[in-house]
């Protein structure tokens, strides 16, 4: 026969067979939980089983009824010291619930099998329990209850233990969370030095590579500086034996000159033989043509030596009431005979203040260095510039034609250079246009006495976005430019001409004057009506040049063509377009054109394309007779003094030096 057991005992077992298997995160006791179960819901539950064992005595029913509050705080202890050691890594609230969870799920197990009648439940702190007889219920209700107070205080304690697991466990998954944040930080450091390492790797290799392929273009650069090192020696001894043919000509030509000075001191002393005299006039007539067209040909030999394609450049002075230049903003070196010689370079200097040192000090000015056939200072007058152009001009009378321009930006003097101070001022600052003609009628006066006929026509226009306007209309035809057209003088003619614009034989200096103050009237007129419109057009004169020779039925003819182009300035890129700059835009647009095909022409006629972009605008359309290989052209590029105009006086020398490095072949005078 089994001993007897205890009600409390067979309460655990029936709990720990029936309890659901748990995890062990899910183990900890919920903080605080508690059976509150008085002895009214002991008694409760107690009924039904009474009802169900009403064949058994009193005693045993109500022994096998009653288990609930200590069995379970006996499980709680045991799970709490069982998963104690081993917290999981979740977080306190997931845990408690999940011990709720398992506490709510436990329901009370099958009625253990009853105790003997007469047993006593055991007594807490390992006493002998004292019997209690069948009939004592509220005895063993007693100590049901002081043993279910001891097992919820332990539990309380238990629940302590598990919060202050719980508070560890949060702070080390803070600890966590903060570590794996810096570790990550860390690693996109590593990351960044790592691309940075490569990145620098990377630009060594670049420079490396480009260093290498600096001292390859460096040895090409010596090698090139070399063979120019060579070719400018054997210019130098080209140019030393021209220098001598040269020299040996001007002997020539003053044996001639004494020779003819002779022949006509000889034909003084002989006019008084009638036949003799008369042979001799012929033989001296002949030989006075052969002298003049050998004059003529080394006349233009020297011009060729000089370059069919010259530049000049002048400098304006400083006006009043305009600021004063720096101290070696601008330089005239010397010529390589020292002071003496005429200047033939100039030095710009141009400080650009958004550059700077690597201390912080600003940049030391950038100097450009030019040079052309000529250079003009501030202090060079008109006389001065004519003087060095009178002989080109006199090649026009030779049957050459000539084109001389003048570029450069608004307000650099290009009026003043080619028309003077105006119609009537002082003959000191007379442009070149009235002193080439006065040199052009002496010359053509002087020739008469050897039997040659000059006939000069001129006409005056201006080409304002692209258009051709007669500036020496008068009546209703002023300002009506529209009708002008750039047609063929006939069919097969390779002269130009200008249709609806006036050509006005010319013979003296008053009518040219007259020409010169009708043109600036118009001009004038034109500025005042449409905002500065002569300072944006080209203006264009022309002297038709026709000679004759009749005893020997000679004839030539050649233009001589006097240009003021347009200031060559940039658009302002800042300029707001309102209804009067756009009418500035289209301007420019229209004079920055003709200007670029200006520089293509002459680029075309210096690499001898079979194409020549005359028709790409009037101005070089209009021009097209006195540019080429027959012409001989010359252009000014005149420039401020002043340093706020710097950038815009670099362009202008920049493409004054294009132009100045074309050459073109040799030319050939028009003659018939």
């Avoid at 001891?150 to 508070?167: G, I, M, S, V």
């Avoid at 000049?312 to 003496?340: A, I, N, Q």
């Avoid at 200097?349 to 958004?354: G, I, L, T, W, Y």
Wanted: with cysteine.
């Amino acid at each position: 026969m089994e001993p007897q057991r205890s009600p409390l005992l067979e309460v655990r077992g029936n709990i720990q067979l029936k309890r659901p298997p748990v995890k062990a995160p899910s183990r900890l006791p919920l903080p605080g939980t508690r059976f509150k179960r008085g002895p009214d819901q002991m008694e409760d539950a107690l009924e039904p089983e009474k009802k169900r064992t009403r064949g058994l005595d009193t005693v045993t029913k109500i022994a096998t009824s009653r288990p609930r509050a200590p069995a379970l705080t006996t499980v709680a202890q045991t799970q709490g010291q069982t998963t104690a050691p081993k917290v999981p890594k979740k977080t306190g609230p997931r845990c408690s619930t999940a011990v709720a969870t398992v506490l709510k799920n436990q329901k009370p197990g099958p009625a253990a099998p009853a105790q003997k009648p007469g047993a006593a439940a055991p007594v807490p702190g390992g006493r002998k329990p004292t019997k209690r007889p069948a009939w004592d219920l509220k005895g063993q209700l007693c100590d049901l209850n002081a043993e279910l107070k001891c097992c919820r205080e332990r539990t309380q304690t238990l629940d302590q233990e598990n919060q202050q697991l719980q508070d560890q466990l949060r702070e080390a998954q803070q600890q966590a969370k903060s570590l794996g944040a810096e570790c990550r930080t860390l690693e996109g450091e590593l990351a960044r030095v790592q691309a940075q390492a490569e990145q620098g790797q990377q630009e060594l290799g670049n420079l490396r590579a480009r260093v290498l392929e600096l001292e390859e273009q460096l040895g090409t650069q010596q090698g090139l500086v070399q063979e120019l090192q060579k070719e400018q020696l054997g210019l130098q001894e080209e140019r030393r034996g021209l220098a001598a043919r040269l020299e040996e000509q001007e002997r020539r030509l003053q044996a001639s000159e004494a020779a003819l000075s002779g022949s006509q001191a000889e034909v003084a002393s002989l006019r008084q033989e009638a036949t003799t005299q008369a042979a001799l006039l012929v033989e001296q007539g002949e030989r006075l043509h052969g002298l003049e067209m050998e004059r003529r040909r080394l006349h233009n030999q020297l011009q060729e030596l000089k370059g069919n394609i010259r530049v000049f450049c002048r400098v304006r002075p400083v006006l009043p009431g305009e600021p004063t230049p720096p101290p070696g903003f601008l330089l005239f070196p010397s010529g390589p005979g020292g002071p003496s010689d005429p200047p033939t370079r100039l030095s710009l200097s141009r400080s650009d203040e958004r550059r700077g040192t690597l201390s912080g000090a600003p940049a030391p000015p950038t100097r450009h260095d030019f040079s052309f056939d000529r250079v003009f200072p501030p202090g060079s007058g008109q006389d001065e510039v004519f003087e060095e152009i009178a002989m080109l001009v006199q090649s026009a009378l030779d049957g050459y034609p000539v084109c001389i321009f003048a570029y450069g930006q608004t307000g650099s003097g290009k009026t003043f250079t080619m028309e003077g101070g105006g119609p009537g001022g002082d003959p000191q600052v007379e442009g070149l246009i009235p002193r080439a003609l006065r040199h052009l009628f002496s010359v053509a006066q002087e020739l008469g006495s050897q039997g040659w006929t000059y006939s000069f026509v001129a006409s005056y226009v201006e080409i304002y976005n692209e258009t051709v306007r007669d500036l020496l209309a008068t009546g209703t035809r002023k300002g009506q430019g529209g009708e002008c057209e750039i047609r063929r003088a006939g069919p097969g003619s390779e002269e130009l001409t200008v249709t609806n614009a006036r050509y006005v034989p010319v013979s003296c200096e008053k009518e040219v004057e007259a020409l010169l103050h009708l043109a600036h009237q118009n001009r004038a007129v034109a500025r005042t009506a449409q905002n500065e419109r002569s300072s944006r057009s080209h203006s264009v004169f022309q002297l038709q040049i026709s000679g004759e020779h009749a005893g020997r039925g000679l004839q030539c003819g050649a233009p001589l063509s006097l240009v003021d182009l347009a200031g060559s300035e940039r658009l302002d890129p800042g300029l707001t377009l309102g209804p009067g700059e756009r009418e500035r835009l289209r301007e420019t647009q229209a004079i920055n054109s003709s200007l670029s095909t200006l520089g293509l022409v002459i680029m075309a006629l210096s690499n001898k394309e079979s194409h020549v972009p005359y028709r790409n605008s009037k101005l070089t359309y209009l021009l097209q007779n006195s540019l080429g290989g027959s012409a001989k052209m010359l252009m000014f590029v005149n420039i401020s003094p002043l340093e706020e105009n710097v950038s815009e006086s670099l362009n202008s020398l920049r493409f004054a030096s294009k132009v100045n490095q074309c050459v073109i072949g040799t030319a050939q005078a028009n003659r018939k």
